[in-house]
């Protein structure tokens, strides 16, 4: 499938392919047709995109491309599209790029080789379904990806996380995912609400959702459900679950308070509410009470 325009060769495509997340059923058409007619098909692990290739009946020449040769193997890549092959990309599952190898020769291709056409066939991605049907607020959501396996570094970023108030959105593996409900209820508080997405488009996809110190003990009832692929949607902070109205947190009155310096109560207490989606009349009562 060598581009040629006038003899000459013209520069092959870059296809982004998403693939199943479990489910074949959920290949799209297009995903298919692309992968028959491109030359070369990067791919995770070269293992597993054979098992899903042979399904399909699509015989491909397979490079493999992971973290750990993204940089060696993107020259190459990057020379055989300039040959004129066209090349797809994909991950193990789901949507490149999304926790998964890719990052590198987009970067580069954008950034440097700007004549090379970049063409994403869309397709699942295990955050976006989990976030879909979680009963969570869509509107505004921060992807969060794996959190570290070290504890120090895990709890430093639910630290910096503990007011984000957008809905947070986790991947997370079997053996780590006690410690990690762990560490969110510590940190979140015992309110916070969390659902549990595994296995989603597979024989046992199970959702549940509860607050953090119930979906602990919704967990360890039955340790099977630690087991599988996990997606954890945690919802943001919400001032409201303060015990005390009158209790803001000690970030937000740093901020309220230095933007009062610069301007009227009324307008530092609408930005801060603003900023914080917090009613401005807790605001203004924590202001009388307080009489800054
Ligand atoms: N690129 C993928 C995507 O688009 O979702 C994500 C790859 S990341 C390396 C793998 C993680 O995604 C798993 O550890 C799990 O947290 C999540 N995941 C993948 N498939 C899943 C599924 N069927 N159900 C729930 N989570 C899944």
């Given at each position: 499938m060598k581009n040629m325009k006038n003899n000459n060769f013209k520069l092959g495509n870059l296809y982004i392919i998403a693939t199943p997340i479990g489910n074949y059923?959920?290949?799209?058409k297009r995903a298919l047709i692309t992968l028959n007619k491109v030359d070369y098909i990067l791919a995770e692990d070269t293992r597993k995109t054979g098992i899903l290739l042979k399904y399909f009946n699509i015989k491909k020449k397979l490079y493999s491309y992971y973290d750990y040769n993204e940089k060696k193997k993107t020259n190459f890549i990057l020379k055989k599209i300039r040959q004129g092959n066209n090349i797809a990309l994909v991950s193990d599952?789901?949507?490149?790029?999304?926790?998964?190898?890719g990052y590198r020769i987009i970067e580069l291709c954008r950034?440097?080789?700007?004549?090379i056409n970049i063409i994403p066939i869309p397709g699942p991605c295990a955050a976006i379904l989990a976030l879909s049907i979680s009963?969570?607020?869509?509107?505004r959501f921060c992807y969060e990806g794996f959190l570290s396996h070290k504890k120090n570094k895990r709890i430093r970023r639910l630290n910096e996380l503990k007011l984000e108030n957008r809905t947070l959105i986790f991947y997370e593996s079997t053996h780590r995912l006690l410690k990690c409900l762990y560490d969110i209820k510590i940190i979140f508080g015992k309110d916070r609400y969390v659902v549990l997405v595994k296995e989603l488009t597979k024989k046992w996809e199970n959702i549940y959702g509860n607050n953090i110190s119930n979906l602990i003990k919704w967990v360890k009832l039955d340790?099977?459900?630690?087991?599988g692929e996990i997606v954890l949607i945690v919802s943001g902070y919400k001032p409201?679950?303060?015990?005390?109205?009158?209790e803001i947190s000690p970030k937000i009155i740093k901020i309220f308070l230095n933007l009062k310096k610069e301007l009227s109560t009324k307008k530092a207490i609408k930005i801060t509410s603003d900023i914080f989606s917090i009613k401005k009349n807790l605001l203004y009562k924590f202001y009388i009470k307080k009489k800054y």
């Open positions: 059923n959920d290949i799209s599952s789901g949507t490149p790029l999304i926790n998964d190898p950034k440097k080789y700007v004549d009963g969570l607020p869509t509107n340790l099977n459900r630690l087991k409201s679950l303060y015990k005390n109205n009158y």
